[in-house]
Nanobody, 116 residues
Framework: QVQLVESGGGLVQPGGSLRLSCAASGSIFRLYDMSWYRQAPGKQRELVAAITASGSANYADSVKGRFTISRDNGKNTMYLQMNSLKPEDTAVYYC??????????WGQGTRVTVSS
């Protein structure tokens, strides 16, 4: 069983920055792909960024050039550096560890609010 705990959310003004963290329990973190999703009020959950076990990253078009995903396998932690935040980035952000196409683990989410 894997537990994922997100942190780092909060209230930030437009143009500001936040760094989210996702800490994983257990020893399998380094073996699997990880990703960040978000869900805004009234909308479906969407993929924001993903990083493979080897460190290759990809991003949703809406965050390219503003967000950076990274991982530290020694600390069992994944990060999402969010810069130039916009009000439309307001959402609950979730991390996910993907074991395979049928199995994954989710964190409980951390809320990000971008507002003046």
């Amino acid at each position: 069983q894997v537990q994922l705990v997100e942190s780092g959310g909060g209230l930030v003004q437009p143009g500001g920055s936040l760094r989210l963290s996702c800490a994983a329990s257990g020893s399998i973190f380094r073996l699997y792909d990880m990703s960040w999703y978000r869900q805004a009020p009234g909308k479906q959950r969407e993929l924001v960024a993903a990083i493979t076990a080897s460190g290759s990253a990809n991003y949703a078009d809406s965050v390219k050039g503003r967000f950076t995903i990274s991982r530290d396998n020694g600390k069992n932690t994944m990060y999402l550096q969010m810069n130039s935040l916009k009000p439309e980035d307001t959402a609950v952000y979730y991390c996910k560890l993907t074991v395979n196409s049928n199995r994954g683990y989710w964190g409980q989410g951390t809320r990000v609010t971008v507002s003046s």
